[in-house]
């Protein structure tokens, strides 16, 4: 190889090499992302020298991704910025719509419930209401999970081919010793989901949780969300609770059609 492509190859090796670095320490804030942490434990999260965290961190500094409080160093406004860029107005309106049977389905369980939407293939995460017994969880609003590794993805993804299709064709990552990832049982599960109308995750996303889920059909027959319940696993039989759960989405469904029909009405008014 000439000196000249030497001299191609070379920087574009070493710019993606401090991109993933980059990535590596954005993704090590963790739970101090909004607090501050130090350059000292940021490198040893990702098993950075100092002075490389401590180089990438000016740069990111620079650029508004990350801001330097005292001594300590947290996430920027600019990649708040970037977060609302990639979020689905539509969600909103969603969440708003449906959280008062949120509150009906919490006040029934007195468990975890969650209100969740498709994002891609992923659910995203729009409501959550813990329960007087929390169990450990990997949801967080505005949060994204694998949706076939979870009661509410499966239970959207029974009513979005598109998106089953597009999960079936990626690669199908364990989370758990329980999480289905041979796409044929995968199918046959969505396809049980489709006929019974309620999905299950039983330590699938985490080990200890078990959940179940129904869509929210909104007009037109669109399964625009869904909600679940989450419970430690042997504490709640959540096969007992799909009637329950049912009953519940149905309302929600009623009321979110009469609110899109508002929403249509009051836009064609608006001319």
């Known amino acids: 190889m000439s000196m000249t492509a030497l001299a191609e190859v070379h920087p574009l090796r070493d710019d993606r090499a401090a991109v993933e670095k980059a990535v590596t320490l954005l993704a090590c804030f963790g739970e101090q992302a ?47 910025e970037l ?29 975890t419930v969650h209100l969740g939407a498709l994002h891609g293939t992923d659910v995203v995460y729009l409501s959550k209401l813990y ?21 509410v993805g499966k239970a959207l993804l029974a009513h979005d081919p598109a998106a089953l299709e ?14 289905i990832v041979d796409p044929h049982r995968l199918m046959e599960e969505i396809a049980r989901v489709r006929d019974e109308g309620v999905a299950y995750d039983d330590e699938e996303a985490t080990p200890g949780l078990s959940c179940v889920a129904v869509p929210v059909v909104g007009y ?3 399964a625009v969300a869904a909600l679940s319940v989450s419970t430690a696993t042997g504490r709640l039989d959540t096969r007992a609770q799909a009637a329950m759960l049912r009953r ?7 009321g979110l059609v009469h609110a899109q029909r508002r929403r249509l009405a009051a836009a064609r008014a608006a001319g």
């Open 34 to 80: 909004g607090s501050g942490i130090g350059v000292s434990e940021l490198a040893r999260r990702a098993d950075l020298s100092k002075s490389t965290a401590f180089r990438l961190l000016s740069v990111l500094e620079r650029n508004g991704v990350v801001e330097k409080v005292e001594r300590k160093y947290r996430l920027g406004q600019r990649l708040h």
């Open 83 to 111: 977060g609302r860029d990639a979020y689905v107005a539509e969600h909103d309106w969603i969440r708003d719509s449906l959280t008062p049977y949120v509150i009906d389905l919490y006040e029934s369980t007195h468990e």
């Open 131 to 151: 329960g007087h017994r929390q169990v450990r969880s990997p949801s967080r609003i505005g949060g994204r999970i694998p949706a076939y590794c979870t009661a």
């Open 166 to 179: 597009r999960v079936l064709e990626g690669e199908l990552r364990p989370l758990t010793a329980s999480t």
């Open 220 to 222: 037109g027959g669109k």
């Open 248 to 254: 519940v989405a149905t309302e929600a469904a009623h």
